[in-house]
C-alpha cells in the first residue's frame, strides 16, 4: 500500500513558525497535485494550501500571506512553511498526494498553537 509520510509539527506559540515535511509514495512529478489538509476538533477537514505539476499553488484565504507550499520533484517531497502562526492555525495536518485514480494521505501531524 501506498504510504505518505510526514514530518514536522509540534506546539509553538502564537507568531511563531513551523514547518511541514511530506515524502511521497514514489514519484511526484507525474502527480497531478501535493496538497496539505487540516481538520481542528469538532470541524471537517478543510484544503489548507496545493501545488499541482505544473507549479500552480493555492491557498484558502485564511493562510493567505503566512503559508507557503513548495516541492522538490528531487526529493519526491512537498513542504509547507507555516508563519505568522495564530490559534486558529492549532489542527491536525495531512499530507494529500493526489494522481490519476488514486489519493493518498499521511497519518496527520499535529500542529498547536499557544495564544
Known amino acids: 500500500q501506498a504510504q505518505v509520510q510526514q514530518s514536522g509539527g509540534g506546539l509553538v506559540q502564537a507568531g511563531g513558525s513551523l514547518r511541514l515535511s511530506c515524502a511521497a509514495s514514489?514519484?511526484?512529478?507525474?502527480?497531478?497535485?501535493m496538497n496539505w489538509y487540516r481538520q481542528a476538533p469538532g470541524k471537517q477537514r478543510e484544503l489548507v494550501a496545493s501545488?499541482?505539476?505544473?507549479?500552480?499553488?493555492y491557498y484558502v484565504d485564511s493562510v493567505k500571506g503566512r503559508f507557503t507550499i513548495s516541492r522538490d520533484n528531487a526529493k519526491n517531497s512537498v513542504y509547507l512553511q507555516m508563519n505568522s502562526l495564530k490559534a486558529e492555525d492549532t489542527a491536525v495536518y495531512y499530507c494529500?498526494?493526489?494522481?490519476?485514480?488514486?489519493?493518498?494521505w499521511g497519518q496527520g501531524t499535529q500542529v498547536t498553537v499557544s495564544s
Open positions: 494529500n498526494q493526489l494522481g490519476m485514480g488514486y489519493s493518498y
Open positions: 514514489g514519484s511526484i512529478f507525474s502527480t497531478t497535485a
Open positions: 501545488i499541482t505539476r505544473g507549479e500552480n499553488t
